[in-house]
């Protein structure tokens, strides 16, 4: 059980817009920013998109990030066969005993 | 062109103990916050420590809290993973990974993974 929530899976046509959701609490996404990070079956992580809604150079502009609250989303428009790829969020978590860094269980991204 | 390298990875039993190494290369290593994060086979990612810099802070998650220990060796730009009594439940690829103050701390390189399996 992850502390932050997402979709197991969603998926979209050539072309289309998907979001993913990341649900967490006050004391996660709440407080801290939200980090996205894509990675392909096999690979390691790539960060897609860090403090909210900031792409790191490189990655292109059909990715956007958005947070309110205790909730934040990923969007993707444009897809691409290649955006195939499990998709995670994150957030430091201020917990009474120390912080953590908290991630979400993944959404695996099917292009249809 | 920053590289991160894990090493370390192998088959051990329960109850073990391990040490897995992080070369750092491409960047000024003694500068920036460093963290472990490990993936189960076909599960998702899980954080479990992390090292700062200079005051060399350090943090783990509740289960492996008592029994892996974080270091860094900056005049050798490596990072380390002690782990102690290990469990069957601690299988996984086991990734080092920078943290980037520029961006409120995102992990924004990861080094490829060592696998850790811990079977009898």
């Known amino acids: 059980q992850s502390v932050l929530t997402q979709p197991p899976s969603v998926s979209g046509a050539p072309g289309q817009r998907v979001t993913i959701s990341c649900s967490g609490s006050?004391?996660?996404?709440?407080?801290?920013?939200v980090n996205w990070y894509q990675q392909v079956p096999g690979t390691a992580p790539k960060l897609l998109i860090h403090?909210?809604?900031r792409r790191p150079s490189g990655v292109p502009d059909r990715f956007s990030g958005s947070k309110s609250g205790t909730s934040a989303s990923l969007a993707i428009s444009g897809l691409q066969s290649e955006d195939e790829a499990d998709y995670y969020c994150?957030?430091?978590?201020?917990?009474?005993?120390?912080?953590?860094?908290?991630f979400g269980g993944g959404t695996k991204l099917t292009v249809l | 062109e920053v590289q991160l390298v894990e090493s370390g990875g192998a088959l051990v039993q329960p109850g073990g103990s391990l040490r897995l190494s992080c070369v750092a290369s491409?960047?000024?290593?003694?500068?920036?916050?460093m963290n472990w994060v490990r993936q189960a086979p076909g599960k998702g990612l899980e954080w479990i420590s992390y090292?700062?810099?200079?005051?060399?802070?350090?943090y783990y998650v509740d289960s492996v809290e008592g029994r892996f220990t974080i270091s860094r060796d900056d005049a050798r730009n490596s990072l380390s993973l002690q782990m102690n009594s290990l469990r069957v439940e601690d299988t996984a690829v086991y990734y080092c990974?920078?943290?980037?103050?520029?961006?409120?701390?995102?992990?924004?390189?990861w080094g490829q993974g060592t696998l850790v399996t811990v079977s009898s």
């Open positions: 990974a920078r943290a980037q103050v520029d961006y409120d701390g995102a992990f924004d390189f």
């Open positions: 491409g960047f000024t290593f003694r500068s920036y916050e």
């Open positions: 090292i700062g810099t200079f005051d060399r802070t350090i």
């Open positions: 006050s004391s996660n996404i709440g407080t801290n920013t």
């Open positions: 403090s909210n809604n």
């Open positions: 994150a957030s430091w978590d201020d917990r009474v005993n120390g912080p953590d860094v908290v």
